[in-house]
């Protein structure tokens, strides 16, 4: 089974502060997203990469990056956090199932509480 | 640009009883559906996919799905519901050709009362 891990299931940081959430995978898989999911809104998309080095904002990009160093690992970095983005993050990553389709394995999540 | 509408917020069944909930896509071409769950705390699971072929799909944990082309619809349906799968569920599109980005609903939480 695709693992996706979560380092850091629960976080609580204060205004400003720089936050990093990490997400590592197991199968090899070249596509990894980062979802951002609120009550009332379902999951909205951050950013995802396609590769190595590459990435693609999402729909609500702002006031976040990421960073893909290796391809197994993928970042999402908060430069300065807000109260507004307290939420909980998913990772995902996306590879081929055992009947040869595209699916999403999740991450169990990282609640981030910013005060 | 597709999107996807659970019309139910939140349900409640009793224990046994049958269940389903609904989903509508909007995109022209043909596309592929997801059913999601996620108990609270957790991430997603996969339940069921539908990709081609039949329009009937069985997932894990006795749930299946029919995708309804004409209703542009993807209802999820269980026919007896166990307390264990209170939770909440979200349908999800994503285009054909593989496009690397999904679009969920806004989730349907379900209540399983004893």
């Known amino acids: 089974d695709v693992k996706v891990t979560q380092s850091s299931r629960y976080l609580v940081k204060r205004t400003g502060e720089k936050v990093f959430l990490e997400c590592v995978q197991d199968?090899?898989?070249?596509?990894m997203f980062w979802y951002r999911q609120d009550p009332g809104l379902g999951l909205r998309l951050i950013y995802f990469?396609?590769?190595?080095?590459?990435?693609e904002k999402g729909d609500i990009p702002e006031g976040y990056s990421v960073s893909r160093e290796k391809k197994e690992r993928f970042s999402l970095i908060l430069e300065s956090a807000s109260t507004n983005q307290t939420s909980m993050y998913l990772c995902?990553?996306?590879?081929?199932?055992?009947?040869?389709?595209?699916?999403?394995?999740f991450g169990a999540g990282s609640r981030l509480t910013v005060l | 640009a597709q999107s996807v509408t659970q019309p139910d917020i939140h349900i409640t069944v009793s224990e046994g009883a049958s269940l389903e909930l609904r989903c509508n896509y909007s995109?022209?071409?043909?596309?592929?559906l997801f059913w999601y769950v996620q108990s609270p705390g957790q991430g997603l699971q996969l339940l069921l996919k539908?990709?081609?072929?039949?329009?009937l799909v069985q997932g894990i944990k006795g749930f299946e799905a029919e995708f309804k082309r004409s209703q542009s619809s993807f209802n999820l349906r269980k026919p007896s519901v166990h307390w264990s799968d209170a939770a909440e569920y979200f349908c999800?599109?994503?285009?054909?050709?593989?496009?690397?980005?999904?679009?969920f609903g806004k989730g349907t939480k379900l209540t399983v009362n004893p």
């Open positions: 990469s396609y590769d190595v080095k590459m990435k």
């Open positions: 539908y990709f081609s072929g039949d329009t």
């Open positions: 995902a990553s996306r590879g081929r199932d055992f009947s040869g389709a595209n699916v999403l394995t």
């Open positions: 995109y022209g071409a043909t596309p592929y």
């Open positions: 199968m090899d898989h070249e596509n």
């Open positions: 999800a599109v994503g285009v054909e050709g593989g496009s690397e980005k999904l679009v």
